[in-house]
């Protein structure tokens, strides 16, 4: 456990002094030299490792401390404690320009792995990759058997091929496919024998007994790291570590693998050719071309590890392994599939099989995603509907498994990783965006920036407003889903639930048919295309409200709404933008109450709803009616002040015959009207602890926008000048200055008077309120002869003037 | 502190253009980009790099609780470094390593928020965090778990995937490649986890992981060999435990 004299040790390593650091050194290089290897050496270097890897700044070694370090690790007489350490040491302090380390292969292979994984440490600055990959390849070339043991090098090979990919020849890519063909399918059948066996243990003991299967069964086909014993030869140590690397080696050896660009691709074909005749007969695929006979190889070995995984296994851990190796299995042939299609028709049926016996055992379900994967990739070439697969995958997995975290990620990065992929069926993925949606209620932590990625290709303009509707209703479907499993049968895998919180009165509910309609409709698995009002959800879920995983979800929710705004103007015409810009006034008012919850997405909202009307300055016009109630119910202003705002701001800016030629004086004046009463409430309103305070931009957006209304319809200037000097007196009266800040009732009083100041000239007040589109030219503003600079300096002039009257 | 924000040596604007646009292999299929999807998906596919980067071990403050500390990375392993930039001004090398030091942390950071996110959403007591009894077997498969993206380019250049472990005050993580066989590394991790609470003894009071890093070196030089991830069956897994014990008896 991490404790307070953990921490310390920290604390030391970390100040250790340059001066402290040298004798140490010095003490640990008497030790070195000395070839003591005892438990001093140990400590000493367990030390060290402390001192270097605790900081990340760099600790200046003595030379002759790193060279020791160096021959240490070389030195065959060497434990390996003390050898693991002095590469660790290294390891650490890289990249280093101090390193002379080179590989030796007269060295056994435990230490050549521990230099190799010094001088891969080293960021290839000076090609050490390329050397290390040559190094590994020169014990591969000779094949003898007391050379060093390959079961140490080749993860290191698997490592430099995705480090630097370029670094094998072909003749070198041909001889590492021909040991992993070697290693795949002929390991012994026997198992390995004891390394050391004593005098009393019987000839019979001896005798290495055969391989089984992971069910207890004598194997009866070739080794797999499905097949087990107790002890295990050196090619079965092969076999797991071949496998282990099969997939990152067959896309590096691949035809559009790296470096190894196929110089004939006649001969490419044959193979292929060759390799569909030779399918049944593996005599006839030995003539193979190595890489053709390795891909060959590969096939027989995923199906017989699919064979394996139907077994049933004796111990936990293979039964666990056998779910990864379908995983693995399945990944392996939609690669092989990729490389050459004729392996297309020999692997699709078992791979049926298998998704038959795999979608029934909620055990399996991980297989199911590489599954869907490869139908997804292939079942076009191969003619196979596919659509069961996916339908399966979209309806009942996130359905039954939303709260495994580990599936969620899968689930979504599976989603996104293949988009391009979908084709044809990104329908059926788009239609289960309320399953998908569980994913990321239930789990949004690691989940909303996958979702930020996934969610524009989500985005369809049939299903927008039913989407949008779902995404504010996230910390509700989160409060539901907690529901849901507190309401099943305790299962066997307990899922993560609060199980501090109680809410009988929630759960209760949950079970009352009376709402069973809403509920189902939140839980829906697919779009309905029809919308509920989940009001009466919002109040009865209240205790659920403040629970810290509605919590976590509500927080992002702006994020993906932000997300969900910018992906949908780009599909939405005119008709859906007029639909979003009510739905998100609708709703404003009617948010599941997680604390902070409202306050955010309003102020989404209404940036988006400035956004529509950008996008659509019409929609002012359009929704006049619509607009104008909303602006009557002012009982919701307080907590929604940065929507009023945007709102009064669209209609002072938009309703205007320059943005829409139906604009009428008659909807001027309505607008007026309802903004001077909505103006005259929000000034009278008596302040009370119960209720904020109505924020200064409230109230100059109302005032600019009054101003500008009468600015078009001049025969409400006389009203708006009246309203204005009241304004101008009411900030300025002792009585109201508990309402707002003193810079509030400052900025209040400023931005009246200068508004009536504009309303003393009429046109000039049209002019610089409501500019022509033309402003926006260049030229406008360049050039001094024309009306803009001019206009300006004269309205500033007066403004100014006006100011300079003002009293105080 | 330094803040990982600040990449020390290498601000985005200055990175060639190549190495920005264009797969880092030069090989001609990752070129054709069809879709905004595809570009990233050919990168990945052809060259998955199916290997583990890193290894960490940290610690993992109580969930609602002002702790002071900081969150601590107790031990590291990186599998092989990414290729260093082309840093001709002096000093490379030690920003160099800076720069791998503040990935790890952030890594470590973000796994230590991911599984407070996680405790608090489940509402376990922050009590959980201590073991109850040193014997006690730790139930490994109901320990809080997850797993999160890294884009590419933050903090490391390539994108990567994190699986993560919670147990009890110790967090364990894998940085793995982005298209990495998740079901195994999911099971690595466990086995992980498992054998240095075994062999470390870490839930016995007043052990101490940090001057033990050749036992964790010997786990891992067996079990995740240069960051490969492998298929081991039960057997094999005792076998190597076997070696282990034989190498550092407990």
Wanted: with cysteine.
């Amino acid at each position: 456990m991490f404790s307070a004299g953990a921490e310390s040790l920290l604390h030391q390593a970390r100040e250790i002094q340059d001066e402290e650091l040298k004798k140490f050194c010095s003490r640990i290089s008497k030790l070195l030299q000395a070839e003591d290897l005892g438990p001093d050496t140990l400590d000493s270097l367990q030390r060290l490792f402390l001192i270097i890897s605790a900081t990340k700044y760099n600790r200046r070694l003595e030379k002759t401390c790193v060279d020791l370090l160096q021959a240490t690790l070389g030195m065959a007489a060497c434990p390996e404690q003390l050898q693991v350490l002095c590469a660790a040491i290294l390891r650490e302090m890289s990249p280093s320009d101090s390193l002379s380390l080179v590989w030796d292969h007269t060295q056994n292979s435990r230490q050549l792995s521990l230099v190799a994984s010094v001088l891969l440490a080293q960021g290839d600055r000076n090609e050490e990759v390329s050397a290390v990959g040559q190094g590994v390849l020169r014990a591969l070339e000779s094949r003898q058997p007391e050379g060093p043991s390959l079961r140490y090098l080749l993860p290191i090979m698997a490592k430099v091929v995705v480090l630097s990919p370029g670094t094998l020849q072909e003749d070198q890519a041909t001889l590492l496919s021909k040991r992993l063909v070697d290693w795949l399918r002929y390991a012994s059948l026997q198992q390995g024998l004891p390394h050391s066996s004593s005098f009393f243990s019987t000839p019979r003991a001896r005798q290495p007994g055969p391989i089984t299967e992971v069910d207890g069964a004598v194997a009866t086909d070739f080794f797999t790291v499905l097949s087990t014993g107790h002890r295990f030869t050196e090619d079965q140590w092969l076999n797991v570590q071949a496998f282990s690397m099969l997939r990152a080696w067959l896309l590096h050896s691949g035809p559009e693998g790296l470096g190894i660009l196929d110089t004939d691709d006649r001969s490419e074909q044959e193979g292929s050719t060759l390799s569909v005749i030779s399918a049944t007969s593996s005599s006839a695929g030995r003539l193979l071309p190595p890489r053709e006979r390795l891909r060959e190889v590969a096939f027989e070995y995923c199906q017989r590890l699919i064979e394996q995984s139907n077994r049933r296994a004796l111990r936990k851990g293979d039964s666990d392994l056998q779910k990864a190796c379908l995983v693995e299995a399945v990944l392996v042939l939609d690669v092989l599939c990729r490389q050459d299609p004729s392996f297309l028709y020999r692997s699709l049926s078992c791979l049926k099989t298998l998704h038959g016996r795999v979608r029934g055992d909620p055990a399996s379900v991980r297989v199911l995603l590489p599954l869907a994967r490869f139908f997804l990739s292939h079942g076009e070439a191969a003619a196979v509907d596919s659509e069961a697969v996916y339908q399966h995958l979209f309806t009942r997995i996130p359905l039954e498994q939303f709260h495994s975290p580990m599936l969620a990620f899968e689930f979504v990065q599976f989603c996104r990783d293949n988009l391009h992929l979908f084709g044809g069926h990104l329908g059926t993925l788009r239609l289960s965006f309320p399953n998908l949606f569980k994913f990321l209620a239930w789990n949004s932590p690691p989940l909303t920036s996958e979702f930020v990625a996934l969610l524009p290709a989500l985005v369809d303009a049939g299903t927008a407003l039913e989407m949008l509707h779902a995404l504010l209703d996230l910390p509700c479907l989160t409060a539901v889903l907690d529901l849901q499993l507190r309401s099943l049968p305790a299962s066997s895998e307990r899922p993560l639930w609060d199980t501090s919180l109680r809410a009988p009165s929630c759960l209760e509910a949950f079970r009352d048919p009376k709402f069973q309609g809403l509920f189902q409709y939140l839980l829906r698995p697919k779009a309905s295309g029809a919308t509920e009002r989940l009001v009466p959800l919002y109040q009865l879920l209240q205790p659920m409200a403040g629970c810290a995983r509605v919590a976590q979800c509500a927080e992002a929710v702006p994020t993906l709404l932000q997300t969900f705004f910018s992906a949908v103007t780009q599909v939405a015409d005119g008709a859906l933008i007029n639909q979003l810009a009510l739905l998100l006034l609708g709703r404003s008012d009617s948010l599941y109450p997680a604390p902070g919850y409202a306050a955010r997405v309003h102020s989404v909202l209404s940036s988006q709803f400035l956004a529509l009307c950008t996008l659509k300055p019409s929609l002012v016009v359009e929704l006049a009616r619509d607009l104008l109630e909303f602006l009557g119910s002012v009982n919701g202003l307080r907590s929604r002040a940065s929507l009023v705002t945007s709102v009064v701001w669209a209609v002072g800016e938009y309703l205007s015959v320059a943005y829409d030629r139906r604009c009428t004086v008659e909807q001027i004046n309505k607008f007026f009207e309802a903004l001077e009463a909505l103006l005259f409430e929000v000034t009278q309103c008596r302040p009370s602890a119960a209720l904020p305070r109505c924020p200064p931009k409230v109230v100059t957006a109302l005032m600019t926008t009054l101003t500008k209304l009468a600015s078009r319809s001049q025969d409400l200037i006389p009203r708006a000048s009246l309203l204005l000097s009241k304004m101008r007196t009411l900030t300025q009266s002792p009585a109201t200055s508990s309402m707002h800040s003193k810079e509030g009732a400052e900025a209040i009083c400023t931005r009246a008077t200068e508004l009536l100041t504009l309303l003393k000239m009429p046109s000039v007040a049209q002019f610089v309120l409501t500019p022509s589109t033309e402003v926006c030219s260049p030229r406008y503003h360049r050039d001094v002869n024309t009306a803009l600079p001019l206009a300006l300096r004269t309205v500033s002039r007066l403004v100014e003037r006006e100011a300079g009257l003002l009293p105080g | 502190m330094l803040l990982f924000s600040v990449q020390p040596h290498q601000p985005l604007d200055t990175l060639p253009d190549t190495a920005r646009s264009a797969p880092s292999c030069g090989c001609l299929s990752c070129w054709g980009s069809l879709s905004p999807y595809q570009g990233l998906w050919l990168r990945c596919s052809t060259h998955p790099g199916a290997m583990v980067h890193a290894f960490l071990i940290h610690t993992l403050r109580a969930p609602n609780t002002e702790d002071t500390g900081l969150c601590r990375v107790l031990y590291s392993c990186v599998f092989g470094a990414e290729k260093s930039p082309d840093d001709p001004r002096p000093h490379g090398a030690e920003r160099d390593r800076l720069l791998r030091k503040e990935q790890i942390l952030a890594v470590a950071r973000q796994v230590e928020s991911m599984c407070r996110l996680q405790q608090q959403a489940s509402g376990r007591p922050p009590m959980d965090l201590q073991p109850q009894s040193s014997d006690e077997q730790v139930p490994l498969h109901e320990a809080p778990r997850g797993a999160f993206r890294l884009a590419a380019e933050n903090p490391f250049q390539e994108p990567r995937t994190v699986v993560w472990l919670g147990v009890f005050s110790l967090g364990f993580a894998l940085v793995l490649d982005a298209h990495e066989n998740l079901l195994l590394a999911e099971g690595t991790l466990r086995l992980l986890a498992r054998l240095l609470l075994d062999h470390l003894r870490l839930l016995a009071p007043g052990t101490n992981l940090l001057l033990r890093a050749d036992r964790i070196e010997g786990i891992l030089t067996r079990f995740l060999p240069h960051g490969q991830l492998l298929f081991l069956n039960d057997q094999f897994v005792q076998g190597l435990e076997k070696e282990l014990s034989a190498a550092w008896p407990r």
